[in-house]
């Protein structure tokens, strides 16, 4: 049973940092596709990035590109986004996913393991 668990949410100042850690484990990643999901008060879930395991292909939502970066660890089973320059309408609560796939998707009926989220709120 894959399970996923996000950490590293909080309450930063708009042009402020946050790193966010999604922790997998159950399986063997090294073919699995992550990615980063956002959904704020009110709104549909949308999404942010997602990145190969294997070959650290990545892949960007448009109004994120150059502010946010996904990254992993393999030793540690860790997918990561750093979120830079952040803006009041990034608040959301940020869930990662994962699928055993070799492509990379935005759409979230594509993936079949989700985490719980972390709340990510930026003040003006």
């Known amino acids: 049973q894959v399970q996923l668990v996000e950490s590293g949410g909080g309450l930063v100042q708009a042009g402020g940092s946050l790193r966010l850690s999604c922790a997998a484990s159950?399986?063997?990643?090294?073919?699995?596709?992550v990615g980063w999901f956002r959904q704020a008060p009110g709104k549909e879930r949308e999404f942010v990035a997602a990145?190969?395991?294997?070959?650290?292909?990545?892949y960007y939502t448009e109004s994120v590109k150059g502010r946010f970066t996904i990254s992993r660890d393999n030793a540690k089973n860790t997918v990561y986004l750093q979120m830079n320059s952040l803006k009041p309408e990034d608040t959301a609560v940020y869930s990662c996913?994962?699928?055993?796939?070799?492509?990379?998707?935005?759409?979230?009926?594509?993936?079949?393991?989700w985490g719980q989220g972390t709340q990510v709120t930026v003040s003006s």
């Open positions: 990145i190969s395991w294997s070959d650290g292909d990545t």
């Open positions: 996913a994962a699928e055993n796939r070799r492509l990379l998707s935005d759409l979230e009926d594509d993936y079949s393991y």
């Open positions: 159950g399986r063997t990643f090294s073919s699995y596709a």
